[in-house]
């Protein structure tokens, strides 16, 4: 069975065609610039073929759809023999509200109720609903659609966790809450971990640290999300690349008044020019900031500190919540990468009983655990992979 993975965004697209039996990946690419002019990147993988890397007139979602099926299907480029070949697609969507809290197969039904989630995720699932209907359209009726959830995997998450304490009218009337994010990344980790440590997750009290250009930590206990930093809208949380994270509400009426500046302006501040970018008046990018902070620049160094310190205290109060912690996992792009980062937050979690092993930190590619032999909680490094979750999820449904 070949699966398409789609990822939707408003100008983007990117895709990858698995073979379900290995689970590997045939072919994987990036649409670009949809609506604009348009760019398509398409990697055959493991057959020799060439990569394609130009740019095709793309003027909207359907037309870019297309293009990726032709190339997945072409001579020179392609690695199946028609469109008959893909059996199923799956949709990566970022809100599914309390609607969903698992994967799904997209009925009539099922898409309204996404469109239903669009005041939630303005900005993400009118793309991601693009993306759906522009499959539906190039590939027909018979071709099963099914949509994976960024918010389903926190849907265990009890009350106390994700209710805040403004009036309870706002949650009653307009579903304010915290929801959380990277939950496909958090569920494939955590899963993982619990093979890569040899028990059932059942029975496993996780800490899971997803750190890239945004951030978000989940406290897993028995296979189950039951908290995760991320809340009502993926600003929440830890300081990001460009975002604040958390702060003191009070600060936005402060701005605003001092600088007489909107609300547009104001949640542009903090979604764009804050976090990392903001503190080290520099770049949102981790790699760029070790660079400068070794080189003596204060800010930048302030401004990892920053996060690795956050990091460090979300650990500690999820291993609160969780009541002890079997193992942390760190993944994306920082968390997989950036030795120093894993460095600056393990230096704290000697206290919770987590010793980091710096000679494993250095060797770590791909999958490993990072803690000392005698460490009472396992450090581990694990890639995440959303893709292919999406993928395994999307077998499951369209195979019933
Ligand atoms: P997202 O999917 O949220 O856009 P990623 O998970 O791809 O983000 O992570 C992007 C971040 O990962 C960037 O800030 C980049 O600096 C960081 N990163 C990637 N490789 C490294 C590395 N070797 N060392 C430090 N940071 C890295």
Redesign the pocket.
């Known amino acids: 069975m070949n699966i398409l993975v789609i990822n939707a965004g408003s100008s983007s697209l990117k895709y990858q065609l698995f073979d379900m039996e290995t689970e590997t990946v045939l072919a994987k690419g990036l649409c670009e610039r949809i609506g604009l002019d348009g760019h398509l990147k398409h990697t055959p993988l493991g057959n020799g073929k060439p990569v394609f890397d130009e740019d095709v007139a793309l003027k909207d979602h359907s037309v870019a759809i297309q293009a990726v099926i032709d190339k997945l299907v072409s001579e020179e480029y392609g690695v199946v023999g028609s469109m008959a070949e893909i059996d199923a697609v799956g949709h990566r969507v970022v809100h599914g509200g309390e609607s969903f809290n698992e994967s799904t197969l997209i009925t009539d039904e099922v898409l309204k109720a996404i469109e239903d989630c669009i005041p939630l995720a303005p900005l993400h699932n009118p793309a991601n609903i693009t993306g759906i209907k522009a499959c539906q359209e190039v590939m027909g009726p018979d071709v099963p659609q099914i949509a994976v959830f960024d918010t389903a995997f926190h849907q265990t998450m009890p009350e106390k966790a994700f209710m805040y304490p403004i009036p309870y009218e706002y949650y009653r009337e307009d579903k304010i809450r915290r929801y959380g994010f990277h939950g496909t990344s958090h569920r494939y980790v955590a899963a993982r971990a619990a093979e890569l440590i040899g028990k059932p997750a059942e029975e496993l009290k996780l800490i899971s640290c997803h750190m ?3 951030s978000s930590i989940c406290a897993v206990d028995g296979g189950k999300s039951v908290d995760t930093s991320m809340g009502f809208t993926p600003l929440a949380g830890l300081p990001m ?1 460009t975002r604040c994270g958390d702060i003191d509400a009070g600060i936005m009426e402060y701005i605003m008044n001092k600088y007489d500046m909107g609300i547009g302006e104001m949640m542009t501040v903090l979604n764009k020019k804050s976090g990392m970018v903001g503190i080290s008046e520099r770049s ?4 760029d900031l ?1 660079d400068a902070s070794a080189e003596g620049s204060h800010k930048s160094g302030l401004a990892l500190d920053m996060f690795c310190y956050d990091v460090a205290k979300t650990i500690g109060s999820y291993v609160v919540a969780l009541g002890g912690v079997d193992a942390i996992i760190f993944t ?3 968390g997989e ?2 030795r120093p ?1 894993r460095n600056g937050v393990c230096k704290y979690l000697s206290a919770i009983g987590a010793d980091m092993d710096p000679e494993k930190n250095s060797a770590c590619k791909g999958e490993c655990d990072i803690a000392t032999d005698d460490s009472k909680v396992r450090l581990w490094v694990i890639p995440t992979n959303e893709e292919l979750v999406i993928a395994r999820d999307t077998k499951a449904i369209a195979e019933k």
């Open positions: 890239g250009n945004g690349g949102s990018d981790f790699r070790i994306a792009g920082v990468n950036s980062v």
